[in-house]
Structure formats: structure tokens, C-alpha cells
């Protein structure tokens, strides 16, 4: 049968409130100032003294600060708004990349159908209607593809290929 270790050694486990939430012994008042000094831009003990209804002194506001630790609360709160907005971002990296992978991959089926209605075009001899740019172009995708699948790293010689074929289409 287990047997709970009530020793000062023992392992304990403590669940607090996160520190920007009311503290027990925190008057109402002085957590309303501290949530207008947390959601404030500029984090002035003035103006939270000056906006709390009705208005408040400055040493009130700064004493009830010391007492509650109200720039620690309030930078713990930073953080996790921090914490929350980077795991939004990094869901939002992570959609928008199945997104484009799904786009990349409509293309690429775009892609091979236009490139086997060309090849249906040629084996029955109808003419392609390329221009030279076009079928530059289109050589130099696929040399550059080519490279790529055989783990070539060569631009300077896709630049003489596309050189060389841009001749020959310009000698014709």
C-alpha cells in the first residue's frame, strides 16, 4: 500500500495563481490600480493615480505597488503575453507552410499536365507555339531542376547553357 511522505523533504506540489491575478491580501481598489498600471503603455504610477475613479495620490498608488510587487506582476504578465504571442506566430508559421505546400503542389500537378499535353503535341507533330523566350525559359528551368536533382550547384554554368541556347535559337 502506498504511503504519503509527509516529511519536509518530501516532494511538494504547489499550484499558485499566476502573480498578475488578485492577491488575497489585495484590497479591490489596489488591484484595479494595479490592472491600469498592467494594461498601461507608458506604466506611470500618475497616471494610473489620476485615471482610477475616484482619483488617487501618487504615494497610495506606489505603496500598494511595493506592497503587491506590482512591476514584477506586472512584467510576469509580459511574459506570458509574449509566451502566448509566439506560439500563435509559430502556429501561424506552421499553417501558412502547409498552405504554400499545398499551393507548390497544385503547381506542380499544373505543371506536368501542361508538360504532358506538350509531349502529346509533339509525338503527334502539332507545333507547340513557344516563342524563343519561352522555350529558353523553359530549358533553363528544367537544366536548372536537373542540377538541383543531382545536387549540382553550377549558376554560372546554367548562364553559359542559357548563353548558348539563346544562339542557337537566334540563329535559326
Known sequence: MFQQDESPLAPQIIESAPAWERKPDESRRAYEAFLIYRNSATRRLAEVAETLVPACSVPNVARWSSRHC???????WDKEE???QQ???????SAARKRHLQI???????????????KAKIAAGTALNLSPTEAENFLT??????RAVLGSREGSQVQRDKSLYRH????R
Open 70 to 76: 506590482g512591476q514584477q506582476r506586472a512584467f510576469a
Open 82 to 84: 509574449d509566451r502566448k
Open 87 to 93: 506560439e500563435e506566430e509559430a502556429r501561424s508559421r
Open 104 to 118: 507548390a503542389q497544385s503547381m506542380q500537378e499544373i505543371g506536368v499536365r501542361a508538360l504532358l499535353e506538350m
Open 141 to 146: 528551368e528544367a537544366i536548372k531542376l536537373e
Open 168 to 171: 542557337a535559337f537566334q540563329s
